[in-house]
Every structure is written in C-alpha cells, then in structure tokens.
C-alpha cells in the first residue's frame, strides 16, 4: 500500500471528481462561465506534441461542452509560463491548461515556481502516455540493450547519448537508465530534440531515448534502430521491440504525457462536467485511431495520484543525479 503523504491527499482530494464526483450533477451544454469561449492554454509552441493533442481534442471537447474550445500557445520556460497563467485564472471552467509530464518534473528543477503544483490546480484529466524507446545509429555495434550495458560498463562515462536540453525528458529518461543498471554514461545534450536527433541518425552521437510518437517514423524509415521501450508492456506500433524489463532493466519506465488542470477552487459540479467531457472526447474513434498510431494509449486511472506519484519519481531522481537546468 502506498504511503500517504501531503502531496498525495491533497492531489487525491482535487480529482476526486472521478469517484465522489459522480454525485454531481454535469451542468448543462453551455453552462460553463455563462457560456464564454473556453481557452486551453498549451504550454509548447505550435507544432509540437503538446500542440497536436490540443488541436485534436478541441473540437472534440466543444462537441462534448456544446461551446468554443480555443487554443492558446504559451510556450516558455518549459512550461512554467502558461501553467503560471492559468493558475491565476477564474476557477469557473473556462481557463484549462494543456501541458506535458514536464509538468511533474518542474518542481525539481526550478525551486522559485511563481506556482504550486500542489496547492494551484485541479487536476482533471490525463490524455494520453506514449513510451519513449531507445533507439541509436544504425551503424552502432550495439544489438541490444544488454550491448549497451556491456559497452557501458567496459568504458564508464564515455558511452553517450543525447538530449534536447538539460533537465529534458531525454535527460531524465538517460539519468534513470543510468541509475537503475547501474552504469555511467556521457550525457550530450543539445539545444533542442531536433539536433540531437538529427546528430544520432548522423552517427555523432549513438544514443537517443526518444518518443516513440516523434521517433516512429524515422524507426520504420531505418534511420534509427530501436533497442527497448520504456513501458510496462510492449507498444502496439513496436510489437518486436522489447520492454526495458525483458531487456534487463526492471522500473525503467518512462511516460510522455499531457495532463489537463484548472486554476485551484473549481467548483465540483465544474470540475465532473470536464471530466466527463475530456472521457468523452478521449473515446472519439478519430482521437483514440491517431493515439493508437502514434504508439500510446489513452490513459486509465486517477490522474491525481499518477501525477502525484511521477512528481515524487522526478523529484527523487533530479536531486539523486544532481540534475540542474544550466
């Protein structure tokens, strides 16, 4: 059984729509702050992750909500700047953030947030969890994961890998890798994903802990060799490519995902009518197809305890890796 602390009551307490919330009556179409556009507030720049699945589920929640869903790029500071925004926003609904697991890891990494995590939104949903998969040059000599250990350990600190950014969720996924078999890598990192992806299909630097929605295609194009997901079971779009488990890494299990919150005080009638709304827009058969193809799965569970529980992750790994942002 977990053990419960601070954190945990209090993000278990802000989804409690999901259970307790049932009770509550969803406000009719249209209700939402008297009927105003809603704006959700993207923490990423057009063009990204983030981006995309705002602009897929849009239309889906207007649909849902049966009023305008607008997006809103605020992109900066890795994420910190919208979701500082909207946790000074009207807690009436009509102000949601879309941002990436960063989310989670910001704490850890920038100790003066204008925000609390804990204490500044509701959580309402998490959409979706894609895996990032290792992948490296196809010319590396390096078959498997088991290869990689074994080149690792015979030169401890000059295997590389490369990263979009200190802190970055390559990083992040390279420092537990690292902590958890137990090895000593060269960690490169670049400025952006773009480069470092570039640089390891280029042969510059073998190794990338990449998302498999942004890596697929240059695997299936054999541009990049894949070594292992970081998932609990297989990826659907990589039945061939084994778990970091079945390769030898037991808890290497590294998520990409975007959460959806509201400013703190959400009204509970509010909160259960967007719940119900982003579930619905989540089981769209448009929506669930393209998550499908892009490698995830559309998450099931309690957002509030899964965001709880990959704060604490990151926190512990971030302070155990000495990990800083500079």
């Known amino acids: 059984m977990p053990v419960d602390h601070p954190t945990r009551r209090h ?87 879309l941002d990436a697991s960063s989310f989670a890891v910001n704490p850890a990494l920038f100790p003066k947030l204008a925000y609390d995590n804990q204490k500044s939104f509701e959580p309402i949903a998490v959409l979706a969890q894609f895996p990032n998969v290792l992948v490296c040059t196809p010319s590396f000599e390096a078959r498997s994961v088991a290869d990689v250990l074994r080149l690792a350990r015979a030169k401890p600190g000059a295997l590389a890998y490369a990263s979009s950014g200190n802190g970055s969720a390559q990083h992040l996924a390279g420092a537990l890798f690292e902590q958890l078999a137990k090895v000593d890598l060269n960690h490169v990192p670049y400025r952006g994903g773009g480069p470092a992806l570039n640089d390891v299909m280029g042969g510059q630097v073998p190794l990338f802990f990449a998302n498999v929605a942004s890596g697929l295609g240059q695997i299936q194009a054999g541009r990049l060799r894949p070594l292992a997901v970081t998932a609990a079971r297989r990826c659907r779009a990589l039945p061939d490519v084994p778990t970091m488990a079945e390769a030898g890494v037991a808890g290497h299990e590294v998520l990409e995902w975007n959460p959806i919150l509201a400013p703190a005080g959400l009204p509970p009638g509010v909160r259960y009518t967007l719940s119900a709304a982003v579930n619905r827009a989540m089981a769209d058969p448009e929506v669930l197809g393209r998550v499908r193809a892009l490698g995830g799965d559309v998450f099931s569970g309690d957002p509030a305890q899964f965001l709880a529980s990959q704060q604490a992750l990151w926190a512990r790994v971030v302070k155990e890796r000495g990990i800083t942002r500079d």
Request: net charge neutral.
């Open 11 to 97: 993000f278990l307490a802000a989804s409690a729509g999901s259970a307790a919330g049932l009770s509550w009556p969803a406000l009719a179409a249209g209700d939402l702050g008297g009927g105003k556009p809603i704006t959700l507030v993207v923490s990423y720049p057009a063009g990204g992750g983030a981006d995309a699945m705002a602009r897929l589920i849009a239309p889906k929640l207007a649909d849902a909500l049966g009023q305008a869903v607008v997006v809103d790029n605020k992109p900066g500071a890795s994420g910190t700047i919208a979701a500082g925004q909207v946790a000074r926003a009207t807690p009436d609904g009509t102000t949601l953030l």
